[in-house]
């Protein structure tokens, strides 16, 4: 047995969770989100407590146990609390500017990047290093901002580009002056 998939998903009452064939519905506070569920998967809800089930033991129906329970659980805490990760820039004259859901990067390249922010992402510079990137989807937030890292990834010998904020960056020591 799936040591992920047979842990029970509890969900507050302000959580709308339904099922329509192979379609999981999630509705809460913060927006909505829907997921397909995979062939021998079943779901099972009662007052406030979910729980995902397989049908046979077949290798492919095992994988996607914990995967479907993660996915669902992902979802019951995006429309509660939601999902943010934080990026740092660093370098001297690096910076970010946010307008009209594009975000402007001046990164030492000859002209500024832009990255446009896709629905469902919110983003919100503070002095032009810290970026903040929040949403509902785990899966979007993640992507968004490995996205926005892939821009000036962080060099080993000054740490210069962008970083998630827990990041640590390992130094290399440059060149040495022989004596």
Known sequence: MSRIGKKIITFSKNVKIS?????????????????????????KISDGNLVVERSSEELRVRSYHG????LIGNMVTGVTTGFE?????????????FADKTLKFILGYSSPVQYDIPKGIEVKVDKQVNITVSGI???????????????????????????????????????????
Not at 26 to 39: I, R, Y
Not at 67 to 70: A, G, N
Not at 161 to 173: F, L, V
């Open 85 to 97: 990760k934080k990026l740092e820039i660093s370098g001297v004259g690096y910076r970010a500017e």
């Open 19 to 43: 099922q329509s064939a192979d379609l999981v519905k999630v509705e809460g506070p913060k927006g909505n989100l829907s997921t397909k569920l995979p062939d021998g998967i079943t779901i």
């Open 67 to 70: 995967l479907t329970r993660t």
């Open 137 to 179: 989807d785990k899966e979007l937030v993640g992507r968004v901002a490995a996205e926005i890292r892939a821009l000036k990834k962080p060099e080993p010998y000054k740490g210069k580009g962008i970083k998630y904020a827990d990041e640590y960056i390992k130094r290399k020591a440059g060149k040495s002056a022989s004596a």
